[in-house]
């Protein structure tokens, strides 16, 4: 009678805890996030948006509204290609990582071992003033792992301080053949800060993305080609697009004067990039993107292939920068953000949700304790955090 009683109590205990895993969206809430991103296009605050979440191994919400392009009219549709930037980052990490399973190198060596142009690496001593206000040497070697942190004090040259002009010029302002070109630029522009000392976002993962072609033989474009979007399937993934795909490309949008959106006068050129860059530069789809993310949510493995190991997924999403990453309730890890204190973050959500954006407005999530990933595409410039916290916000309403 006891065993009896104590296999049906752990019957139960095994169908609660089986319910939570399986919690799922409501169509009538999702149905609700439609109407918000509907409107927003509507009111002309957007041009047209793909989103796309999976949950619990299923494609679970897909969403193509509004227009690929404002000005002609074009309807957006589930294969837009899209420039993602900085969601360039995390595959390039992702990548980095298959070569430390590898043994070329331990997360805590000099980067300066690998690239001996950085050895005698100089930080400004102001960065309001750049490198005319002095420099001086690094007082620790960089490494690795600072690089994927970003807390290997380098700029991205987004800021307004001298130090950032200097890298913007430096990197994407000069012409570059290719991204051996690009960081040896960077090995001679001043650092940030110190080695460890801050979280400065970062064009650290073209320093990445050179390693790779250290160590691996191949140019950055070739391992992920034949490493990650092949074995993954995603098609539409690449530093260049054939002619069809071009034809599939959003355009990028802007405001005018006016506040007023439009085709942005500058548009993303789609073939004979050389740079294979690890900061930004690829293209890809929603659907594509996905694939990516549920192989990271899944520990690294996909449809019975395994790119990572489980626990070199649990390194990446865990926060890697201490309390030098400043954004209320998280951290970063290697790669992506992290949530770590949910209560801090004051927004919906889940402790251990991995996260990063592209600076046209692109976003992903992935969620484990939800079995949960979740894509949002558009092409709007300049970057705003906006349209990804409502993102993130009417996602996790839906869940019931």
């Known amino acids: 009678m006891i065993q009896k009683t104590f296999s049906t109590i752990l019957l139960c205990l095994v ?9 799922s969206l409501s169509t009538e809430r999702l149905d609700r996030y439609d109407a918000y991103f509907q409107k927003e296009i509507d ?17 679970v919400h897909e969403s193509t509204l509004g227009y690929s392009d404002l000005t002609a009219k074009t309807p957006t549709r589930s294969d837009q290609i899209f420039y993602i930037q900085s969601m360039t980052k995390p595959i390039i990490t992702a990548a980095f990582m298959m070569l430390y399973e590898e043994g070329h190198f331990f997360l805590n060596d ?18 309001k003033l750049g490198s005319e206000g002095g420099l001086e040497p690094v007082k620790s070697p960089i490494t690795i792992a600072q690089l994927m942190s970003h807390t290997a004090g380098f700029s991205h040259g987004l800021g ?6 200097e890298v913007i010029r430096g990197l994407y302002q000069t012409q570059h053949k290719d991204i051996a070109s690009r960081v040896a630029a960077y090995a001679k522009l001043p650092l940030y800060a110190q080695p460890g000392t801050q979280w400065y976002y970062s064009a650290s993962p073209d320093i990445l993305a050179r390693l790779i072609e250290v160590f ?13 979007f092949n074995p993954l399937g995603m098609k539409d993934t690449g530093y260049n697009l054939s002619e069809e795909q071009a034809k599939r490309m959003t355009v990028l949008h802007s405001y005018d004067d006016d506040g007023k959106l439009t085709k942005a006068p500058r548009q993303t050129t789609t073939s004979g990039n050389t740079v294979f860059a690890g900061a930004n530069a690829l293209f ?20 019975g292939r395994r790119y990572l190991s489980s626990k070199t997924v649990e390194l990446m999403a865990m926060n ?13 890890g290697f790669g992506f953000a992290v949530v770590d204190d949910l209560a801090d973050t004051k927004s919906l959500g889940s402790e251990g949700t991995f996260y990063w954006s592209g600076a046209y407005c692109t976003y992903f999530f992935i969620d484990p304790k939800e079995d949960m990933v979740a ?11 906006y349209y990804e916290n409502k993102f993130r916000q009417m996602v996790y309403q839906a869940i019931e």
């Not at 169908?15 to 399986?22: F, I, K, T």
Request: aromatic content about 10%; overall charge neutral.
């Open 320 to 332: 890697q920068s201490k309390d030098l990453f400043q954004d209320p309730g998280k951290g970063f």
């Open 15 to 23: 169908l609660v805890c089986s319910g939570l895993a399986q919690s």
């Open 43 to 59: 009111e002309g605050r957007l041009p047209g948006v793909v989103t796309l979440v999976y949950k619990n191994g299923e494609k």
């Open 110 to 127: 000099p980067l300066h071992k690998y690239l001996p142009e950085f050895k005698d690496a100089m930080v400004a001593k102001d960065v």
């Open 160 to 165: 307004s301080s001298k130090v950032d002009e």
């Open 284 to 303: 890809s789809t929603a659907q594509d993107y996905s694939l990516f993310a549920r192989m990271m949510l899944n520990g690294g493995e996909l449809n």
């Open 375 to 385: 894509i949002f595409m558009t092409q709007v410039a300049p970057f705003s955090s």
């Open 216 to 228: 691996s033989g191949q140019t950055t474009a070739e391992f992920l080609q034949q490493r990650l």
